[in-house]
Structure formats: structure tokens, C-alpha cells
């Protein structure tokens, strides 16, 4: 279980999160779900550790890791442009984490991810050569053979789209049940968080719009910015396709 409370922090005096505070249980998937500046990548560098809070904690599990540095806290990230080594192949990227810690993770395993991803038809090609699906494919696969206890993902989605987007949606969400790995998700698009995740965290502005599940979310929008930002983008959406599909049955 992830626990965060009363999460405070500023950049330059400018208060970017303020006040957050959550749980959510093992092997869940959360999304994190704001417009862009919200504080979206902020609160989740501030999980991994990359970023100190200036107020608040975060305990995992009973373990609480709020001054704990980020290599040991054991947590794991996807970063929003992939940021894989362009120099190396795809299998290179996939182990270099694992450089350093020999007896980690046998090779058999490393395979067995590779496997679960499709990677194997991909594993020689330089980066440059892969599409954007392989791409965050061969991302989740370093992240994955790391064996994180927490899977963090900043908008693993947004440079995809289509077909490709919808499979790795579907990867993401097996992963996390069958690894019974805690997930979280940044993104900015309500349609993914309503359809990925078991709890959404919405932020605007820094601050908790709403916190539930999906279903609450649409049942039950907490405020007036959560009915614009969400009801109003997924209306919006689908008046989109119907005009797009609308056509096609007139
Ligand atoms: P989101 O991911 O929701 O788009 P971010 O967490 O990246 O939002 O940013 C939230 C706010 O914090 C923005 O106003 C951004 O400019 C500011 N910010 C983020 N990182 C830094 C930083 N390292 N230094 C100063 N300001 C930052
Ligand atoms: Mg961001």
C-alpha cells in the first residue's frame, strides 16, 4: 500500500502541489489526471524520489520513505520521452540497470519479459529504428526487469495512438494485475485515466479536484471543474467521433 499525506511543494516560491494526500492498495492502478501544469509530474518525481517534498509524508507498506533517497526506495519509472540510450540496441537497453546487479534477475527472466512484450523480433535494432510503440515497449521492459515494487508512468500513452495505443494500454493494465504491481499513471486525457485505472487522483492547479473510482468520478463529479474537465473533454470526444463515424451511417 502506497500511502501519501498532506504533500506540500513550491518551485521558487511558487506553490506547485499543496495539500495532497491518498492511499492506494497493492497491485492497484492509479491515474494521476490534470490539464497540463497541474503538478502531474511533480507528485510523481516526488514518489520516486527524484524530487523532495517540502512538507507531508510517503510511507510504503509499513515503511515510511520520506527522507529515504531514491535508489533505495526501490520504485521505477517510465519517463514520459521513453528516454532510452540511442546508441545502444533494444536488449541493451532493456538490461543496462541490471549492470550493476548481477544475480537480480536471471537471464531466463530477463527472457520471460522480452517474451511478455513481444520483443524478441526487435532486440538487435538501434532505437532509432523502432516505431513509438516499440519504443515504450522496450521501456517497459527495463523498467519491468529492474522488478520494481512500485511501476510509475508519466503519460505512457500520449505519443501514441490508434491501434498500438490500445495495446499497450491493455499490456499496462496486464501487467499490473499479473505482476500484482502497484501502478501509477500520469495523464492528461480522461478517457484513459476512466477506462485504465481501479482510482484516480485529479489535480488542478496543485491541489485534489477529486479522488475516486471511475464510476464515482462520473457518477458523482465532486465540483464544477471536475464536470468541465471531464464530462465536458469526453462529450467533446465523442461528438468528435460522431461527426467522424456519424457520417458513415447517415
Ligand atoms: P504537469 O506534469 O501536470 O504538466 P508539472 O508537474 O510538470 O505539471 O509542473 C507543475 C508546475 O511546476 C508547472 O508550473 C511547472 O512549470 C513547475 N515546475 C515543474 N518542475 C519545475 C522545476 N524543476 N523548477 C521550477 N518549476 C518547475
Ligand atoms: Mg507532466
Redesign the pocket.
Known amino acids: 500500500m502506497l500511502k501519501l499525506q498532506h504533500i506540500g511543494k513550491q ?2 516560491g511558487k506553490t ?1 502541489l499543496d495539500d495532497i494526500s491518498f492511499e492506494i492498495g497493492t497491485g492497484e492502478i492509479m491515474s494521476l489526471l ?1 490539464p ?8 510523481l518525481h516526488l514518489i520516486l524520489g527524484l524530487t523532495g517534498a517540502d512538507r507531508g509524508s510517503i510511507v510504503f507498506g509499513d515503511e515510511d520513505l520520506t527522507r529515504v533517497p531514491m535508489k533505495k526506495r526501490g520504485f521505477n519509472i517510465v519517463f514520459q520521452d521513453f528516454a532510452l540510450f540511442p546508441n545502444l540496441n533494444a536488449y541493451e537497453n532493456v538490461v543496462y540497470g541490471l549492470r550493476n546487479k548481477k544475480g537480480l534477475v536471471s537471464p531466463k527472466e530477463v527472457q520471460e519479459y522480452i517474451d511478455f512484450l513481444e520483443l524478441t523480433p526487435h532486440l538487435n535494432k538501434k532505437i532509432g529504428e523502432l516505431s513509438g510503440g516499440q519504443k515504450q515497449r522496450v521501456a517497459l521492459a527495463r523498467t519491468l526487469v529492474a522488478k520494481p515494487k512500485l511501476l510509475l508512468l508519466d503519460e505512457p500513452l500520449s505519443a501514441l495512438d490508434g491501434v498500438i495505443k490500445e495495446s499497450i494500454k491493455q499490456r499496462i493494465q496486464s501487467i499490473a494485475r499479473e505482476f500484482k504491481l502497484t501502478t501509477l499513471i ?1 495523464t492528461h486525457d480522461p478517457e484513459e485515466a476512466l477506462t485504465m485505472s481501479d482510482k484516480i487522483l485529479i489535480i488542478n492547479q496543485g491541489r485534489i479536484a477529486q479522488f475516486g473510482a471511475p464510476q464515482d468520478i462520473i457518477g458523482r463529479p465532486a465540483n464544477e471543474f471536475v464536470e468541465q474537465f471531464i464530462i465536458k473533454q469526453l462529450r467533446i470526444k465523442r461528438q468528435n467521433i460522431f461527426n467522424l463515424f456519424g457520417e458513415m451511417y447517415a
Open positions: 518551485f521558487d506547485v490534470g497540463s501544469g497541474s503538478g502531474k509530474t511533480t507528485l500520469v
